[in-house]
Nanobody, 131 residues
Framework: QVQLVEAGGGAVQAGGSLRLSCAAA????????MAWFRQVPGKEREGVAG????????DAGSSVKERFTISKYNSKNTLYLQMTNLKPEDTAMYFC????????????????????????WGRGPQVTVSS
């Protein structure tokens, strides 16, 4: 059984920062890759950043790559997303996800049906950025 428990969401003013965390419990080991996604009601889920089982990261083709940084504390099996210079358009539910393979070279793995390959998902903290 895999559990992904996120923390760190909340409300912040534009220009502020937040750090999300995702603690993984269960059978997740070093063969798993993890990623952050976000979704706004009525819009398609989009990938934010990925952390591969080989330690390489991916910006998921996201527009936030210059403001958001993904990292992982392996000994605690915890994934982080440091978000800086937040903008109102960053308002969304943010989800942590895990897949039992390395990240693929293509960022399409973070989009649409291919993102469903991530078999394990957290419940998502809400991030709200006010102007």
């Amino acid at each position: 059984q895999v559990q992904l428990v996120e923390a760190g969401g909340g409300a912040v003013q534009a220009g502020g920062s937040l750090r999300l965390s995702c603690a993984a419990a269960g059978v997740i080991d070093s063969t798993y890759s993890m990623a952050w996604f976000r979704q706004v009601p009525g819009k398609e889920r989009e990938g934010v950043a990925g952390f591969g089982s080989d330690g390489l990261t991916s910006d998921a083709g996201s527009s936030v790559k210059e403001r958001f940084t993904i990292s992982k504390y392996n000994s605690k099996n915890t994934l982080y997303l440091q978000m800086t210079n937040l903008k109102p358009e960053d308002t969304a539910m943010y989800f942590c996800a895990a897949v039992s393979r390395p990240l693929l070279p293509s960022t399409s793995q973070f989009l649409g049906p291919q993102s469903q390959d991530f078999a394990h998902w957290g419940r998502g903290p809400q991030v709200t950025v006010s102007s």
